[in-house]
């Protein structure tokens, strides 16, 4: 069955670092989507992405956050100077068709900013 | 906004015995509601869902109805197995939404045999 996959799997950086957490969605899959878990909170969703563009984000996803999709498989969200409040897990996730289908979700990357 | 209140844990139970973890909603429009596990290690993966008022969904023996009058969605199981151990999310996608998904903090169960 295919599935989500997310690379790396625990990521440790140092406050002001740039992290790049990367995502492969299942391959005929239209619209990805970045959530994050603190630990002990809720899981929060942060970004949707559709034809390459953003279609909704979160005020959690301020200018530090970006989202891109390089390629054809790949989809990538770039921290660009972390903070100790950061540190959370990452959970990508991708759907085959907007609204209330099934959302797919990887495994997640923890990240952990020093 | 739209929000989802889950009951806390952990919940520790024996094998065989019943499991409701209770779920509230809040939202405008008509809600679809999710019931998510997440396994030692793993990501999250769907359970159950119910897209409109009165629908059951259940999975694996679990259940969840959604209930629009005290809008609720409660998880039921009559008879848990050490295997159910995971942490279990309540979720929803609002009325109007693009399709995000708003959960809940998570309930740990654990089952002892």
């Known amino acids: 069955e295919p599935e989500v996959t997310q690379t790396p799997s625990h990521q440790v950086t140092q406050m002001g670092q740039e992290v790049i957490l990367r995502c492969v969605p299942i391959s005929n899959h239209l619209y990805f989507y970045w959530y994050r878990q603190i630990l002990g909170q809720k899981v929060e969703f942060l970004v949707s992405?559709?034809?390459?563009?953003?279609?909704?984000k979160s005020e959690i996803f301020d200018d530090q956050f970006s989202v891109e999709r390089p390629d054809g498989s790949n989809f990538t969200l770039k921290i660009r100077s972390t903070k100790l409040e950061d540190s959370a897990m990452y959970f990508c996730?991708?759907?085959?068709?907007?609204?209330?289908?099934?959302?797919?979700f990887g495994p997640g990357t923890r990240l952990l900013v020093l | 906004g739209n929000s989802v209140t889950q009951m806390e844990g952990p919940v520790t139970l024996s094998e065989e015995a019943f499991l409701t973890i209770n779920c509230t909603y809040t939202a405008t429009g008509y809600p679809s509601l999710f019931w998510y596990v997440q396994y030692p290690g793993e990501g999250l993966q769907l359970l159950l869902k119910?897209?409109?008022?009165?629908d059951k969904g259940s999975n694996k023996g679990f259940e969840a109805t959604y209930r629009k009058e005290t809008t609720s969605f409660h998880l039921e199981k009559g008879s848990v197995q050490v295997s159910d151990s995971a942490v279990y999310f309540c979720a929803l996608i609002g009325g109007g939404s693009q399709g995000n998904l708003i959960f809940g903090k998570g309930t740990k169960l654990s089952v002892k045999p």
């Open positions: 119910a897209t409109k008022a009165d």
């Open positions: 992405f559709y034809n390459n563009e953003i279609s909704e």
């Open positions: 996730a991708s759907i085959l068709d907007q609204g209330r289908e099934t959302q797919y």
